[in-house]
């Protein structure tokens, strides 16, 4: 099976999109409030995917 270059970019590019929004969103959440549990961390990451994306 060969994958479409252009889709792989485009997940690629969405990775790291996606990784740096949640770099800066993961700073401010513990800048502003104790570090959360890893299960909210996950679901804030997919709200924020979904509001970026």
Same mark, same amino acid.
Request: net charge positive; hydrophobic share 40%.
């Given at each position: 099976? !060969?994958?479409?270059?252009?889709?792989? !970019? /485009? @997940?690629? /590019? @969405? $990775?790291?999109? $996606?990784?740096?929004?949640? @770099? +800066?969103?993961? +700073?401010?959440?513990?800048? $502003? @409030?104790?570090? !959360? +549990?890893?299960?909210?961390? &996950? !679901? %804030? %990451? &997919?709200?924020?995917? +979904?509001?970026?994306?």
């Amino acid at each position: 099976m !060969i994958k479409n270059p252009f889709i792989e !970019i /485009e @997940r690629i /590019e @969405r $990775t790291w999109l $996606t990784a740096h929004l949640y @770099r +800066k969103f993961d +700073k401010y959440f513990h800048e $502003t @409030r104790p570090p !959360i +549990k890893v299960f909210e961390h &996950l !679901i %804030g %990451g &997919l709200f924020i995917m +979904k509001t970026f994306t």
